[in-house]
């Protein structure tokens, strides 16, 4: 049983950054690849990042390759997801998400998810 706890988000401009956290319970997490999704208003769940165990490999959607990093801490059971040049279109609640084996983009690939955190970005 894995438990996920986000953080870190909240409003911001057009342009600016932010920083979310998912710290995990357990003492296996460096066996979970790690996923951040995000669901705005009316619209279906949406992969955003993903990392493998060991972090040594990393997926992005294609609406936030160059803008979004996905890293991890093992040491603190920690994901994080930095936020760059943000757009009013990143607007959602992300969640992040873990499961065993492959890294995949489908949210119902992944066992376990956090309450989420709510992203607004104003124009």
């Known amino acids: 049983q894995v438990q996920l706890v986000e953080s870190g988000g909240g409003l911001v401009q057009a342009g600016g950054s932010l920083r979310l956290s998912c710290a995990a319970s357990?003492?296996?997490?460096?066996?979970?690849?790690m996923g951040w999704f995000r669901q705005a208003p009316g619209k279906e769940r949406e992969f955003v990042a993903a990392?493998?165990?060991?972090?040594?490999?990393?997926y992005y959607a294609d609406s936030v390759k160059g803008r979004f990093t996905i890293s991890r801490d093992n040491t603190k059971n920690t994901v994080y997801l930095q936020m760059n040049s943000l757009k009013p279109e990143d607007t959602a609640v992300y969640y992040c998400?873990?499961?065993?084996?492959?890294?995949?983009?489908?949210?119902?690939?992944?066992?376990?998810w956090g309450q989420g955190t709510q992203v607004t970005v104003s124009s």
């Open positions: 990392i493998t165990g060991n972090g040594g490999i990393k």
């Open positions: 357990g003492r296996t997490f460096s066996s979970y690849v």
């Open positions: 998400a873990a499961r065993l084996g492959l890294a995949l983009r489908a949210p119902r690939s992944y066992d376990y």
